[in-house]
């Protein structure tokens, strides 16, 4: 599976922005794409998953109520409000295998270990 970010940029605290990220080469519908973040100096900060066989979602607590996601036929949306200086980062698409060798849940966890394919990243700042 090979994912793709667009939708990144400057806005205001309390603005809203919405990332997409476009999925192509899927040969099986069990696997789940993720949004990690990552700020210079800090590890990859998993916020938020989709499982695409059943469409269940879910969210760090760190943006619980404020992002949502979404999946839309081949792209899957990031819906970002309220946001806030600390969210200023580099966002990525990923494409994750929903359990680990050994039965771990990785989409449930938002676990990095479970990604299968990065996308390139698009930067994210929140600032006035």
């Known amino acids: 599976v090979q994912v793709v970010e667009s939708g990144g940029g400057l806005v205001q605290p309390g603005g809203s922005l919405r990332l997409s990220c476009g999925v192509s080469g899927s040969t099986s519908n069990y696997y789940a794409i993720g949004w990690f973040r990552q700020v210079p100096g800090k590890e990859r900060e998993g916020i938020s998953c989709i499982n695409t066989y059943d469409g269940s979602k879910f969210y760090a607590d760190s943006v619980k109520g404020r992002f949502t996601i979404s999946r839309d036929a081949n792209t899957v949306s990031l819906q970002m409000n309220s946001l806030k200086p600390e969210d200023t980062a580099i966002y990525y698409c990923?494409?994750?295998?929903?359990?680990?060798?050994?039965?771990?849940?990785?989409?449930?966890?938002?676990?990095?270990?479970?990604?299968?394919?990065w996308g390139r990243g698009t930067q994210v700042t929140v600032s006035s």
């Open positions: 990923a494409a994750m295998n929903v359990f680990g060798p050994r039965g771990e849940r990785y989409s449930d966890s938002l676990d990095s270990r479970g990604v299968s394919s």
